[in-house]
């Protein structure tokens, strides 16, 4: 009986990092996403025709090889089965740390942890519904919150971010994935293995602060300066 246990034990312990192990690599592969959407949403400083270009030339990347927009749809899928596979294993890990924990432990540990830490689970529940609805906003349904055309992609950002309250959840949802990534970077560093010494744990923590203030402060920049009026059809 005692080998039995332990056995399960161990099998418990390796389900758990391999789902760690599946969060930080699908973490990893939206932080190149955002990187690389980020530097699209940056051309909107560049004026209407770089902006559309841009977003043209995302539709024909790879022809003749792949059909328009073939590339585009193999990068959603990528994302789909990582955001799937994000989900999943989060869902999971935070039941089997549910079960495992005293509230006496919980509570220990929450007066210990940042806030970062403390809001993944309901900050990544709150980035799910935002994608959800970016996705409907400027993709799947292209919906102009003005009542204006919606087939002209730069137009129909600039009509989007020039109603404040599109402005305001959009920062809102940019400062809660702020402290996701803040929080995912060290939490990946971690399950990677590199942190092992405390200069490793300062650096992972620099760069978690690093790629939040970036994607995040990034993202911001346009829809501040579409409100502000300074991008403008």
Known sequence: MATTTLVRGARASRSTITLKLLMAGSGIIFIGF???????????????????????HLRILGEPMVPRE?????IRSVLIVSLVVHVASAAALWKRAKRARSTQYVVKKNKASSLSSRTMRWG??????FIIWHLINFTIGKVNVQGGSTNDPYNLLVDTFDTWWMTLIYLAAMLTLAMHLHHGVWSSAQTLGLTNNARARRNAKSLGWIVAIVIAGGF???????????ITK
């Open 34 to 56: 955002v990187l690389l959407h980020m530097y699209g949403n940056l051309k909107a400083f560049s004026g209407h025709d770089a902006y559309n270009e841009y977003a043209e």
């Open 70 to 74: 073939g590339a585009l749809w193999i």
């Open 124 to 129: 990544g529940l709150t980035l799910l519904l």
């Open 220 to 230: 911001s920049l346009v829809p501040i300066f579409v409100l502000a009026g300074v």
